[in-house]
């Protein structure tokens, strides 16, 4: 059962759906992993999405619980997202998830020679 435990160990995802200004996207992503490099404690990973010759993209960051999410917010963080926000079309839409399945993929067997 603690296998079945362990795969979820990613526990909330902040999820942010967005538009930036055309030709923005590179200096947005850029800032974004400035941004997202600060994180510490409870941080599990990131992702930046791009709908293929678009300017839109999802930001997923994963977190093991909302308070270290809160925790890890600070004025140097703060300052690299107000450089973002005039990059975008429209403020994106933010979310807040509860990561409920995992699935990662078979891991194929060594074979000895």
């Keep these: ?9 990613h526990k909330y995802a902040y999820v942010a759906v967005g538009e930036f200004k ?7 992503k850029r800032l974004y992993e400035q941004a997202v ?4 404690t ?6 930046l999405l791009q ?16 308070g270290d999410m809160e925790a890890n917010h600070s004025e140097a ?4 997202l107000q450089k973002m926000s005039p990059l975008f079309a ?6 807040f998830y509860e990561v409920v399945c995992e699935i990662q993929p078979k891991v194929a067997p060594e074979i000895s020679v």
């Design 1 to 9: 059962m603690s296998d079945f435990h362990d795969c979820l160990k």
């Design 22 to 28: 055309p030709g923005k996207f590179e200096e947005a």
């Design 37 to 40: 490099s600060m994180y510490t």
């Design 42 to 47: 409870g941080f599990q990973k990131a992702y």
């Design 51 to 66: 709908e293929p010759g678009t300017d839109r993209g999802i930001a997923v960051i994963f977190w093991e619980n909302m």
């Design 77 to 80: 963080q703060q300052k690299i």
């Design 90 to 95: 429209k403020a994106p839409t933010t979310s």
